[in-house]
Nanobody, 126 residues
Framework: QVQLVESGGGLVQAGGSLRLSCAAS????????MSWFRQAPGKEREFVAA????????YYADSVKGRFTISRDNAKNTVTLQMNSLNPEDTAVYYC???????????????????WGQGTQVTVSS
């Protein structure tokens, strides 16, 4: 089992940057593929970025490709999301999610994920 805690959200002006972190408990962090999702007000939760268990592979939603970077440090049990060139459409609650390593990757459907953090608010002002 793994517990996830996000941090790093906040208010930023359009064009600015934020770095989100997700700290995982447990000694088997490298057994999980990790992803970030987000949910804007009045919208469904959507996939943002994924990283495989080793960190060798990453995948991004088209809306954030080239602006966001996902990374992980298995020694520190952390996954980060570096967000650059933010715009108001990026305003949302951002969630860290974990899924046990499986046959397929990336997994873009939130229902496939076993564990979720509580979320961190990101607000981008125009």
């Amino acid at each position: 089992q793994v517990q996830l805690v996000e941090s790093g959200g906040g208010l930023v002006q359009a064009g600015g940057s934020l770095r989100l972190s997700c700290a995982a408990s447990g000694r088997t962090f490298s057994s999980y593929d990790m992803s970030w999702f987000r949910q804007a007000p009045g919208k469904e939760r959507e996939f943002v970025a994924a990283i495989n268990w080793s960190g060798a592979s990453t995948y991004y939603a088209d809306s954030v490709k080239g602006r966001f970077t996902i990374s992980r440090d298995n020694a520190k049990n952390t996954v980060t999301l570096q967000m650059n060139s933010l715009n108001p459409e990026d305003t949302a609650v951002y969630y860290c999610a974990a899924v046990s390593i499986g046959r397929s990757w990336p997994r873009l459907n939130e229902r496939e994920y076993n564990y979720w953090g509580q979320g961190t608010q990101v607000t981008v002002s125009s």
